[in-house]
């Protein structure tokens, strides 16, 4: 039986992590989890019921209430298959929002955890390498520039038919970056061991085989 190993990818909002994560899954035969979603999620169910996401105190007394679980590949918020719901612009800021209350952090990291000790997979994050699974066989951080993050972003949300500018999406990437970077829990940075890549006018292939040529033949499915 094969020892069960994950890979981290880590970076800011843009740069490309989701989509190389889930090829990578692809590739090796191993489940992809986007821990993005799980902060959404709560952020989405806080939302849902009027809270405002400044009001730390409520959601910190209200965290169990919440209920995630990950299953035959979806998301399940107390009982509720979330997709959609969750990948509107504003999203990413609600879930920046809450990423930056300590309970939360834990609430999420138990729930990543908790899924590692039973597979091996790719998790991409702002602080996977660094703190979620510091342990991880593989860490990746990924980059690019704020232009080409928002390009990149900004084709995304017109591809679904999301009425933005590109100007508001390269606001929202500049404050994104700020808070992610300077918050106090857990900052956006690469881990120390972790493999750099400057994604900025790279196809999604060429990192994906960057990646890839790291990871030891006897973890690659065959």
Known sequence: MKKLFHIAIDGPAGSGKSTVAKEISKRLGILYLDSGALYRMIAYYFQGNGVDLADVLYIQSHLDEISIVYADGHYILNGE??????????????ASAVSRIGQVREKVNSVIRSISEKCSMVVDGRDIGTVVLKDARYKFFLTASSQERAERRYKELIEKNENVSFEDVLNEINQRDRADSSRSIAPLKPAPDAVIIDTTGMEIERVCDIIAGYVDSRDIRG
């Open 81 to 94: 298959v979330i997709s959609a719901q969750i990948r509107k612009p504003q999203s990413g800021a609600s």
